[in-house]
């Protein structure tokens, strides 16, 4: 019998605001409260995580929530013991002193390299590969999360469908969702919409055939970097928590930045959801709604291969139109290219909406499908028990 780590320590340094220390987070939060891990987490942004979970201390070196214990990654770190297990989470780098003193436990740790989550085909490929440190008695693991049984799995806490669900058809718990908000019920015949997005050459298109169509809109946006374009678009100079801004057809509301499970309320709550990254990309998908995902621009547009790669995954149960479609309109979202031609976001949209129940219908059974999966911490936690067992002999 191998003994149990002692704790686990998982460090994230915050470089996209919010997408990764919402992953993390997560994840840290779920391996306490569904398997008694000891968690320890390290963060280098408190006042960006404190944005997305206001519990948080921002001034605090160590503080505890949700029985996770939570410490500033300050510079240097000092001196520290290491737990059982090191999770390096989307790609930060862990101190050479640490490091140091990892490699000087007997025995030493379990370390995870915590990769971003992909749909291409080279992940299960790479999927629990150990890379050995090239001086050190060390061994780092690659996880990787995905969409298949051959990889590490998504988030996805044992609450999330039961606690969707309930929500979705408590029509008097959406009312106090949105007027916790500030906002009045929505009318029924509004489609409701969620924007959160990177910023994008296509939103004023997006925003023009909105207010033109015959469609009324509600459109939702937490405050982040679409708003100043959004503010620019109906020609005011700024932008705040609580701003309507109304066009034609369309209603455009200003959030404040949500907590993570009010942001889970809001996917829930929307008729379809615009989602970036990959914390809400992935949280829409478990929403059971119709989504428009922009990934992350990284250079040589490898980006559009993430894109490309989920698309043959989504689509692959959707009618050949609409799967066409929603190629068709992500690709525009993305590529930002042919402003006012027949692959503009503004020219597919109308399509879009007349195919919305097809649509609504397909985003349920992928989340159905989703749910049947094991779980990235279920698998984190398998695939480190079975190494500590291998020591064991």
Sequence with gaps: MHKPPSHWDIFCSVIDNYGDIGVTWRLARQLAAEYAIAVRLWVDDLHAFRHIYPAV????ATQWIDAVEIRHW?????????????????????????????????????????????????????????????????????????????????????WLYQRRDVFQRDTQAQTRFWASLGLPDTDARRLRISL??????????????????????????????????????FNAAD???GDTFRRGNLQVHVLAMLSLDDYDRLLWACDLNFVRGEDSFVRAQFAARPLIWQAYRQE??????????????????LPPADAGLVRDLWQAWNREED????KDIGALWP??????????????????????????????????????????F
């Design 57 to 60: 201390d921002d001034t605090a």
């Design 196 to 233: 959160f997005s990177y910023e994008s050459a296509s939103l004023a298109s997006l925003l023009d055939t909105c207010a033109k169509g015959n469609t009324p809109i509600d459109l939702m946006v937490p405050l982040g970097k679409a708003v100043p374009q959004i503010a620019a678009w």
């Design 351 to 392: 399509v879009w909406l007349e195919a919305m129940p097809g649509l609504s219908r397909h985003a349920r059974d992928w989340a159905t499908h989703l749910a049947g999966q094991t779980d990235l911490a279920s698998n984190l936690v398998k695939f480190i028990n079975k190494l500590l067992e291998s020591r064991a």
């Design 74 to 158: 300050a510079t240097p770190l000092g001196r520290m013991e290491p737990g059982g297990v090191i999770i390096e989470a989307l790609g930060c780098n862990l101190p050479d002193s640490f490091i140091l003193a990892m490699a000087n436990q007997s025995p030493t740790p379990v370390w995870i390299n915590l990769e971003y989550l992909s749909a291409e085909n080279w992940v299960s490929g790479v999927h629990g590969l150990p890379s050995p440190h090239p001086r050190l008695p060390l061994t780092k693991y690659f996880f990787m999360p995905g969409y298949t049984p051959e990889t590490g799995g998504l988030t996805q806490e044992k």
């Design 239 to 241: 932008a705040q928590a």
């Design 339 to 342: 402003p006012g031609g027949e």
């Design 300 to 317: 040589e547009s490898a980006h559009l291969d993430k894109l490309a790669a989920f698309l043959d995954l989504y689509c692959a149960g």
